[in-house]
């Protein structure tokens, strides 16, 4: 006797988006009235091809029939959420020319840094380096193309690719080398550029410049979950998640490793992160490191504090008057350095929603890479708050009429906060000098500042918290 069980709704509504999304030899039929009678109404359903995802013993089996220049979405930030069993099947099975689709790319001894060491990765599309050194050193020696991509977009890229959307608009990278093209993806060995980005369409939307983004599928993708039942559905330990479940809906062969499998029924249908439909092939990992890819550890109690440089004393200037664009339920997205640091001075009567990334682990970069930043700038509605030095090493201007560097984003600051003044920032006047350190004139502020800029009726001096 045939055997069938009965789909929870959250399921149903997994596979009938599957059924026009993932081309799998899916049969899919759209509800419907019947023509012949008005009174009759017929549904129709949709079908697929029966696929139940397979399980492995061993993940070099998962992943042998991988072929050079396959395109690899590999899960994971950082070392957090990596497939560390596939990545080192991948070593024993020699595959080159590989295409990886990953936020980062490991570390120099683990994650994909290990397939780095070994010249298997051709390209990798990324969004920043990270503290990978191999990565910086094969990029800038011509060995290895790179596609840096902002955080949130190489997200959507992704997304969009698994929901069968092949391109979409969006306001990150707008004005920036992501939209005008140029940005180097492979250098030559002389350091001039061999393969430059191309240029992206840009269309007006209600007053707002959009660029247009490509979807990102790929061949096969490599995933690593928590948990998996018996019936292929997974889910994902906490921020584990993050890159892995969109990267599931966006390949062809979705190949999973997983820590525990159960039976079926021990997930709630709720809680299932990432339905069967959309998973091929599941290996239980033997063995996982889950490195800390920066280890900070608490400095003993008898460890004597050294005294405070003249730096670090104008550093925490800056860090002072930066807490106080904090108020009362505000959101706050801190970047690496002064920002994060801004937080040990919240003031202890007000509640402030803080988001941050590797900044939280004190974690710096090499090669600039985009991560969030982009994001995070082009977002309406944001106020972006810039801290840094007034000047640079040999007392050179920071604060310049345009900019000499790449753009992270185009006319989206609102203040600027150093160790000797603070100013606002108007698309349309430029710069207005509104606070002012102790003993300092504005035209002090004048001969250590690249542009010129208005003197507010009410300049104050800088306040600290």
């Not at 149903?12 to 019947?34: D, E």
């Not at 061993?58 to 992943?63: G, I, N």
């Not at 993050?242 to 490793?257: L, R």
Request: aromatic share 6%.
């Amino acid at each position: 006797m045939a055997s069938f069980r009965i789909l929870s709704k959250s399921e149903q509504f997994h596979r009938n988006i599957s059924s026009v999304r993932r081309q799998k030899g899916v049969l899919s039929m759209q509800y419907g009235k019947c023509v012949p009678h008005p009174r009759v109404c017929g549904c129709c359903f949709s079908t697929s091809c029966p696929r139940d995802a397979r399980f492995f013993t061993d993940p070099t089996e998962a992943v042998k029939d991988i072929p050079d220049d396959s395109t690899l979405l590999v899960g994971g930030f950082g070392l957090c959420g990596i497939p560390e069993n596939l990545i080192g099947s991948l070593l024993k099975t020699g595959v080159k020319g590989i295409t990886a689709v990953s936020n980062n790319a490991g570390v120099d001894n683990f994650g994909l840094g290990l397939l780095l060491r070994t010249k298997q990765i051709k390209r990798m599309i990324s969004s920043y380096v990270g503290e990978n050194a191999e990565f910086e050193r094969q990029y800038l020696s011509g060995e290895l193309e790179v596609e840096l991509t902002p955080q949130g977009t190489l997200a959507e890229r992704v997304r969009a690719g698994g929901a069968g959307v092949p391109a979409f608009f969006t306001p990150t990278g707008y004005g920036t080398l992501i939209q005008e093209g140029g940005s180097p993806i492979k250098y030559n060995t002389d350091g001039s550029v061999a393969i430059a980005s191309k240029k992206r369409e840009v269309r007006e939307f209600n007053g707002i410049h959009y660029v247009m983004e490509r979807a990102i599928t790929g061949d096969f993708a490599l995933i690593k979950a928590w948990k998996a039942d018996r019936a292929g559905n997974i889910v994902f330990r906490k921020t584990a998640r993050n890159f892995n479940q969109p990267m599931c809906k966006a390949a062809k062969v979705t190949v999973v490793e997983v820590e525990e499998i159960v039976d079926v029924g021990t997930f709630a249908p709720e809680d299932i992160h990432v339905p069967s439909i959309y998973v091929d092939r599941i290996v239980k990992g033997a063995v996982y490191e889950k490195r800390i890819e920066k280890r900070t550890v608490q400095k003993g109690s008898m460890e004597t504090l050294k005294p405070k440089r003249k730096a670090d004393l104008l550093r925490e200037r800056i860090i002072r008057r930066a807490a106080l664009e904090f108020q009362d339920g505000m959101y706050a997205n801190l970047g690496i350095g002064i920002p994060m640091l801004a937080s040990n001075f919240i003031n202890s009567d007000i509640t402030v929603h803080l988001q941050s990334e590797n900044g939280l682990l004190g974690l710096g970069k090499m090669v600039k890479g985009m991560g969030g930043a982009m994001d995070l700038v082009a977002s309406a509605g944001t106020k972006v708050v810039v801290t840094m030095e007034h000047s640079a090493k040999g007392d050179k201007h920071k604060i310049l009429e345009s900019c000499t560097l790449p753009l992270t984003g185009k006319q989206c600051v609102d203040r600027i906060i150093t160790e000797k003044a603070v100013f606002d920032v108007d698309k349309a006047s430029g710069l207005t000098l509104i606070e002012i350190w102790e003993g300092l004139t504005p035209d002090d502020i004048r001969a250590c500042t690249g542009t010129d800029f208005a003197v507010s009726p009410n300049l104050r001096p800088m306040q600290q918290i």
